[in-house]
């Protein structure tokens, strides 16, 4: 059965265009569960743009199914994972410039640094996933630095410019998917997935989970807009 955990990232960033508490990602993380989410993701980014430090630490107590930490691999983030223990890290290349994360991490160029951050992860129980493009060397590498998990960068795929190009794109998620499993990696997969294109990547047996968020939080300010108005407009009329 596939897995969806939800990157409630863009609360936060909602939240902080006010710079006050609302809308609150602890009660977004209490929505996505209720509503049957298996996980939810948040990335501490170095700039702190959307989540903050206090909204993992609150996340770490108000969680109850799976709280994925998706992180750059820096000596000060990865300080702060170790004292918040999350049920998976998530390890992302990140740059200050970037919208959103831009592509997988380079597992061969960064190998022994990376090494180390397992390691020091895996001393804490904590499993580690690997976002990388879906790249034969690279998920060889994971596998060679003790990963338990790879997440597969669906990026590419999402933006395909047409249907030729997608059939392919998806073709090497599949490929990569098989090749994670054989190597005995589990298997996830995000980035750009939207309520278009997520199901021929669902439809992977070998993919174990999804991350999405921006997609999902998108379609909740529209859905839930009108009801929002009807509230408002009883208030005020
Ligand atoms: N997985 C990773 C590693 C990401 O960096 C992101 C974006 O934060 C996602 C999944 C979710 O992507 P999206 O917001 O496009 O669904």
């Given at each position: 059965?596939?897995?969806?955990?939800?990157?409630?990232?863009?609360?936060?960033?909602?939240?902080?265009?006010?710079?006050?508490?609302?809308?609150?990602?602890?009660?977004?993380?209490?929505?996505?569960?209720?509503?049957?989410?298996?996980?939810?993701?948040?990335?501490?980014?170095?700039?702190?743009?959307?989540?903050?430090?206090?909204?993992?630490?609150?996340?770490?107590?108000t969680i109850t199914t799976k709280l994925d930490l998706e992180m750059g691999a820096?000596?000060?983030?990865?300080?702060?994972?170790?004292?918040?223990?999350?049920?998976?890290?998530?390890?992302?290349?990140?740059?200050?410039?970037?919208?959103?994360?831009?592509?997988?991490?380079?597992?061969?160029?960064?190998?022994?640094?990376?090494?180390?951050?397992?390691?020091?992860?895996?001393?804490?129980?904590?499993?580690?996933?690997?976002?990388?493009?879906?790249?034969?060397?690279?998920?060889?590498?994971?596998?060679?630095?003790?990963?338990?998990?790879?997440?597969?960068?669906?990026?590419?795929?999402?933006?395909?410019?047409?249907?030729?190009?997608?059939?392919?794109?998806?073709?090497?998620?599949?490929?990569?998917?098989?090749?994670?499993?054989?190597?005995?990696?589990?298997?996830?997969?995000?980035?750009?997935?939207?309520?278009?294109?997520?199901?021929?990547?669902?439809?992977?047996?070998?993919?174990?989970?999804?991350?999405?968020?921006?997609?999902?939080?998108?379609?909740?300010?529209?859905?839930?807009?009108?009801?929002?108005?009807?509230?408002?407009?009883?208030?005020?009329?």
């Amino acid at each position: 059965m596939m897995n969806l955990c939800i990157n409630i990232d863009h609360i936060a960033t909602l939240r902080n265009a006010r710079g006050g508490t609302e809308p609150d990602p602890v009660e977004a993380a209490r929505i996505c569960e209720l509503a049957g989410a298996d996980g939810i993701v948040v990335h501490l980014r170095e700039d702190r743009r959307h989540i903050k430090d206090h909204d993992v630490w609150k996340l770490r107590e108000t969680i109850t199914t799976k709280l994925d930490l998706e992180m750059g691999a820096s000596d000060e983030i990865v300080s702060i994972a170790l004292q918040i223990v999350p049920n998976l890290v998530t390890l992302v290349p990140e740059k200050r410039q970037e919208l959103t994360t831009e592509g997988g991490l380079d597992v061969i160029a960064h190998k022994e640094k990376l090494k180390r951050v397992i390691e020091l992860f895996h001393s804490k129980n904590i499993p580690v996933s690997l976002f990388i493009d879906p790249v034969k060397a690279q998920i060889e590498a994971a596998r060679a630095i003790g990963s338990d998990m790879i997440e597969l960068h669906t990026g590419e795929y999402a933006e395909a410019k047409d249907a030729h190009e997608l059939q392919r794109l998806l073709n090497e998620i599949s490929v990569a998917a098989q090749l994670g499993k054989q190597l005995g990696l589990a298997v996830n997969a995000g980035h750009g997935l939207n309520y278009v294109n997520v199901q021929a990547v669902a439809a992977i047996p070998q993919i174990d989970e999804m991350s999405i968020g921006h997609s999902i939080i998108s379609r909740a300010a529209f859905i839930g807009l009108e009801q929002a108005v009807r509230e408002m407009l009883a208030l005020v009329k």
